[in-house]
């Protein structure tokens, strides 16, 4: 049955006023009537005057007795919101909450704004559409009210107007009607309720009769629907973006990057509920219809410094009193953790923060992915300029460096027009929750264009000077002269933001990338700045400069020695670390050098450890055009015990030209490489069949590994879990062994993490086709 005109009186009278009309004429009559009402809950409807939503009011005593001749009075006796058949059409239907037979008994109606919803209403008899009126009530928040669009009514209507809240009957048998309902594009995100009035005329009076359905009806951003603000028209895209649960986070450094297999888990359990909570905290009610205001909401709420977010960060190395950032699978544990306790938890780093941002963002329906910069700025002065100090013979001035260049640093991208930027500037927007700077006095960033962090149009908001100096920063070489004036002796020009890496939605990878020997990663670096030295970046540098509190950078002076140190990226841990340093004249005289190299251990952010090796370079010779290489080593005995969560080190050498005074200075990392986790487990597996996973690896240290454990979960098969290990002998082979259990079907994913005192974080993944 197409749409029915159920009173064509009533709409005629609403038209073009589609849920005020038939309030104001009833409550002009109402008013003629002296208000007399009742109800099936004793209430006054809030849309009548004088109304009240206080379920305990008692209903009015001196109502007269009802007409025992009159046709029984129409009641709402059921309302199915038709759950299986409406979460298929709003891409929903993985959302844990919307079956009962997964993990719990819950089963809510998961939608998305500005697309159309069916419900089967059931009463006591036949439908009148000549007698019978029915109102529809839907109410946000904690304080509902018209004027702030949080409290919704409408009649049923033969009309579909468009951006609108509205409803229609599109089927009818014996006592049920069937009924959609349509909610506007920019409907707030969040639990609404519902109420079904059905209003019954006499010629003395007016009586309201009220359904509450028990339930709330979750409403979610809609990137399918083109009216909607995080609109992506790419399926393929969407499918990575919003849909899938598990992904890669990318860490390392720049010449060794490696894939994290991570768990965002957006439809498990209570992550949805625990993301509306964060909104709740922060976020107004009328202004949960805007993705730009959510998400940077979101990148503060995430880290916990000003509001008692989720996660408390860590970079100490010493995690006595929570868990270490390594030891985290996937982003569930952490919300259905903090969702329950309501209490921050600990403790995160940068990768973490990031896969947390990940799954709100997607649960709540804003495409996101998470992105990796390594060699990623850190500017705390706004010159948006990288800035080195040292003394006249060529020691760092640690007391003047506050800058420095993390080996990676991972935050997100978010897609959303940008209504509130120029034309041209939506699209992928730049949000960060890891705490590093405050933005109008509280952690967060973005969401910042990239299209203007490209260009270098920093002006526009959010945070456009911290993220470009993230990116494109240039590295300044600072000399402290004994009249106490800075002088800028070196700038590098294409030593940050490299290789700018997200999990790739779909296709193929190209050979550039394939270097890096991982197929699902997908360099981004050209959406976030023009070819390293071409005209466009450093106009880009240029325009971005103009923002900067510090002038006069760019300028050049000749430099006749040249300097470089080679590691090997294929180090494993336990095998000696061997440097190569090397010294060119490339001028037309005699050079002198002296300078010093060191080798340390270091955190990802580039903060130092320990000390591992320490050389002086001493009156190396040059003559014109001539070159020499000094090697030096490391033996594993002298480091395995000085090493940070990652395996990273930090490689400095300062070279200081006699006759010229130049000075080259090189920083450059290693990161030693763990030992690969192999996996064994069945391609394809039946819903409620447990099967075997299997997991090994031989222990490359000359030490017993000590505290070992398998963290381990996979969306729709199984929830976080941890499982201690023995001891794993030097040089042994391990071996480890566990059973699951899948309860939902189609393709997913089992993501494995060995953790042990000495190594950190040795992953795996293997994907699963559940029947």
Not at 392 to 421: C, I, Q, T
Not at 724 to 739: H, P, R
């Given at each position: 049955m197409g749409r029915r005109n159920l009173n064509n009186r009533r709409v005629r009278r609403s038209r073009g006023r589609r849920g005020r009309g038939l309030t104001w004429s009833l409550n002009m009559e109402l008013s003629a009537l002296g208000r007399r009402f009742v109800s099936v809950n004793g209430n006054r409807p809030s849309w009548l005057p004088g109304g009240s939503d206080d379920r305990d009011s008692e209903p009015d005593t001196d109502e007269t007795a009802p007409d025992k001749s009159a046709p029984e009075v129409l009641s709402v006796a059921a309302v199915n919101l038709d759950i299986r058949s409406n979460v298929q059409r709003h891409h929903t239907a993985e959302f844990d909450i919307t079956d009962a037979a997964v993990y719990d008994e819950r089963e809510f109606l998961v939608a998305r704004r500005g697309q159309p919803f069916t419900m089967i209403i059931t009463f006591n008899r036949k439908y009148d559409p000549g007698a019978d009126d029915l109102r529809f009530v839907f109410q946000f928040g904690s304080r509902p009210l018209p004027t702030k669009g949080t409290h919704v009514e409408f009649i049923l209507s033969a009309d579909d107007v468009k951006g609108e809240w509205g409803g229609w009957i599109t089927g009818e048998a014996e006592n049920a009607l069937t009924v959609e309902i349509t909610t506007p594009p920019t409907a707030f995100v969040g639990k609404w309720s519902m109420k079904i009035d059905v209003v019954k005329r006499s010629d003395t009076s007016i009586n309201v009769y009220r359904y509450e359905h028990k339930d709330p009806i979750y409403v979610l951003f809609n990137p399918w629907c083109k009216e909607d603000g995080v609109f992506m028209k790419d399926e393929h895209l969407l499918n990575e973006y919003i849909l899938n649960e598990t992904g890669k986070i990318y860490s390392g450094s720049h010449k060794r990057i490696s894939p994290k297999p991570w768990v965002f888990g957006q439809f498990t359990g209570d992550v949805l509920d625990c993301c509306l909570y964060l909104l709740d905290k922060s976020v107004k009610d009328q202004a949960r219809g805007d993705p730009v205001v959510v998400s940077r909401a979101i990148s503060k709420q995430v880290n916990c410094p000003d509001d008692d977010g989720v996660l408390e960060g860590n970079w100490s190395g010493k995690y006595?009193?929570?868990?270490?950032?390594?030891?985290?699978?996937?982003?569930?544990?952490?919300?259905?953790?903090?969702?329950?306790?309501?209490?921050?938890?600990?403790?995160?780093?940068?990768?973490?923060?990031?896969?947390?941002?990940?799954?709100?963002?997607?649960?709540?329906?804003?495409?996101?992915?998470?992105?990796?910069?390594?060699?990623?700025?850190?500017?705390?002065?706004?010159?948006?300029?990288?800035?080195?100090?040292?003394?006249?013979?060529?020691?760092?001035?640690?007391?003047?460096?506050?800058?420095?260049?993390?080996?990676?640093?991972?935050?997100?991208?978010?897609?959303?027009?940008?209504?509130?930027?120029?034309?041209?500037?939506?699209?992928?927007?730049?949000?960060?929750?890891?705490p590093q700077e405050t933005s109008e006095g509280v952690y967060c960033m973005g969401p910042m264009s990239l299209r203007a962090i490209k260009e270098g149009n920093v002006n526009l908001p959010y945070d456009g000077p911290f993220v470009f100096a993230e990116v494109n920063a240039d590295k300044v070489v600072w000399i402290l002269g004994k009249d106490g004036a800075m002088e800028r002796k070196q700038v590098e020009k294409n030593s940050v933001g490299k290789f700018i890496s997200t999990k790739r939605a779909f296709g193929r990878a190209t050979w550039r990338e394939m270097l890096h020997g991982d197929p699902d990663r997908e360099d981004v670096t050209n959406q976030y700045k023009f070819e390293e030295g071409s005209e466009e970046e450093r106009a880009a540098i240029r325009q971005a400069s103009k923002f900067s509190k510090?002038?006069?950078?760019?300028?050049?002076?000749?430099?006749?020695?040249?300097?470089?140190?080679?590691?090997?990226?294929?180090?494993?841990?336990?095998?000696?670390?061997?440097?190569?340093?090397?010294?060119?004249?490339?001028?037309?005289?005699?050079?002198?050098?002296?300078?010093?190299?060191?080798?340390?251990?270091?955190?990802?952010?580039?903060?130092?450890?320990?000390e591992l090796l320490s050389r002086k370079i001493n009156a190396v010779e040059l003559v014109p055009g001539q070159t020499k290489s000094m090697e030096y080593s490391v033996p594993a005995t002298q480091y395995l015990d000085d090493l940070a969560?990652?395996?990273?080190?930090?490689?400095?050498?300062?070279?200081?030209?006699?006759?010229?005074?130049?000075?080259?200075?090189?920083?450059?990392?290693?990161?030693?490489?763990?030992?690969?986790?192999?996996?064994?487990?069945?391609?394809?597996?039946?819903?409620?069949?447990?099967?075997?996973?299997?997991?090994?690896?031989?222990?490359?240290?000359?030490?017993?590994?000590?505290?070992?454990?398998?963290?381990?979960?996979?969306?729709?098969?199984?929830?976080?879990?941890?499982?201690?290990?023995?001891?794993?002998?030097?040089?042994?082979?391990?071996?480890?062994?566990?059973?699951?259990?899948?309860?939902?079907?189609?393709?997913?994913?089992?993501?494995?993490?060995?953790?042990?005192?000495?190594?950190?974080?040795?992953?795996?993944?293997?994907?699963?086709?559940?029947?």
């Open positions: 006595t009193d929570g868990t270490s950032p390594l030891d985290w699978t996937g982003s569930v544990a952490i919300l259905e953790q903090f969702y329950k306790t309501k209490t921050t938890v600990k403790f995160g780093q940068c990768w973490v923060f990031s896969g947390l941002v990940t799954t709100v963002c997607r649960a709540l329906g804003i495409p996101a992915r998470s992105v990796t910069n390594f060699a990623s700025a850190h500017d705390t002065d706004g010159s948006i300029t990288i800035d080195s100090h040292y003394d006249a013979e060529g020691n760092p001035l640690k007391e003047y460096d506050d800058d420095s260049v993390w080996n990676f640093h991972v935050w997100n991208d978010v897609w959303m027009s940008r209504p509130d930027l120029p034309a041209g500037y939506g699209g992928w927007q730049a949000i960060d929750a890891t510090r002038t006069d950078v760019y300028e050049t002076t000749a430099e006749d020695v040249k300097l470089s140190v080679v590691s090997d990226p294929d180090t494993f841990m336990g095998n000696d670390i061997k440097l190569t340093v090397t010294l060119e004249n490339t001028g037309q005289e005699r050079r002198t050098c002296n300078g010093t190299l060191v080798l340390g251990s270091m955190y990802y952010t580039g903060v130092f450890h320990r969560d990652h395996c990273l080190c930090k490689i400095s050498c300062v070279c200081i030209v006699k006759e010229t005074r130049q000075h080259c200075v090189i920083q450059d990392e290693l990161r030693l490489r763990k030992p690969h986790l192999n996996i064994k487990a069945p391609d394809a597996v039946k819903v409620g069949d447990s099967f075997s996973v299997e997991v090994s690896f031989e222990n490359p240290l000359p030490v017993t590994l000590t505290q070992c454990e398998l963290r381990v979960e996979g969306p729709g098969i199984q929830k976080p879990v941890v499982y201690a290990q023995n001891n794993i002998d030097a040089k042994k082979t391990f071996l480890g062994t566990f059973k699951m259990t899948p309860v939902k079907v189609g393709a997913k994913e089992i993501v494995v993490y060995f953790n042990c005192r000495q190594i950190s974080a040795i992953t795996t993944s293997h994907p699963v086709t559940v029947a």
